[in-house]
T-cell receptor
């Protein structure tokens, strides 16, 4: 079982729809959870950063973390064609050797106008 | 403030050759991490450097190596290239080692091995 699982999609929605993106994970030691957005031929850019369980809202984006279920979500309200991209969940693994981000494989989202 | 820069952006090599990729972190950032991104495996951690020392390493063969210079710039080297090394290589920087600092990614170097 991979440490982080993410449905690759693709996910196609009409403009204005609410989008739900999800990841599950197996390592209960994860404390920091992130969502990155990656446009074609670009590097990932950080969208949301959450520590431990709970919700975090930033404009049209809401990140949720449920540590008891080992499940994280990203909601996009009023989706726009400019939201079309690959969304990657990531979790920070920390140990004596240092830190590393463990990524899901990404979900490709297409928002049509 | 300028972002993370990576050079070259595109590279084509043949099997058996070696390649060196370069990364300049955001000014003031001292930690540099490298990742490999492929369609099959997604984004995978290669290694992290801080203060010119490798602090953490992912599960990649010894053909993958790196170094960091005193100005925090980093290079990654892949020797004896294999077809499976074709990927987008991403560099990410952050201010410090460990902690809650977030990483900022560069645009990547697209390596194609023929």
């Amino acid at each position: 079982q991979k440490e982080v699982e993410q449905d690759p999609g693709p996910l196609s929605v009409p403009e204005g729809a609410i989008v739900s993106l999800n990841c599950t994970y197996s390592n209960s030691a994860f404390q920091y959870f992130m969502w990155y957005r990656q446009y074609s031929r670009k590097g990932p850019e950080l969208l949301m950063y959450t520590y431990s369980s709970g919700n975090k809202e930033d404009g049209r984006f809401t990140a949720q973390v449920d540590k008891s279920s080992k499940y994280i979500s990203l909601f996009i309200r009023d989706s726009q064609p400019s939201d079309s991209a690959t969304y990657l969940c990531a979790m920070k693994r920390e140990n004596q050797a240092g830190t590393a981000l463990i990524f899901g494989k990404g979900t490709t989202l297409s928002v049509s106008s | 403030k300028a972002g993370v820069t990576q050079t070259p952006r595109y590279l084509i090599k043949t099997r058996g050759q070696q390649v060196t990729l370069s990364c300049s972190p955001i000014s003031g950032h001292r930690s540099v991490s490298w990742y490999q991104q492929t369609p099959g495996q997604g984004l995978q951690f290669l290694f992290e450097y801080f203060s010119e020392t490798q602090r953490n390493k992912g599960n990649f063969p010894g053909r993958f190596s790196g170094r960091q210079f005193s100005n925090s710039r980093s290079e990654m080297n892949v020797s004896t290239l294999e077809l499976g090394d074709s990927a987008l290589y991403l560099c990410a920087s952050k201010h410090a080692f460990g902690g809650s600092d977030t990483q900022y990614f560069g645009p990547g170097t697209r390596l194609t091995v023929l």
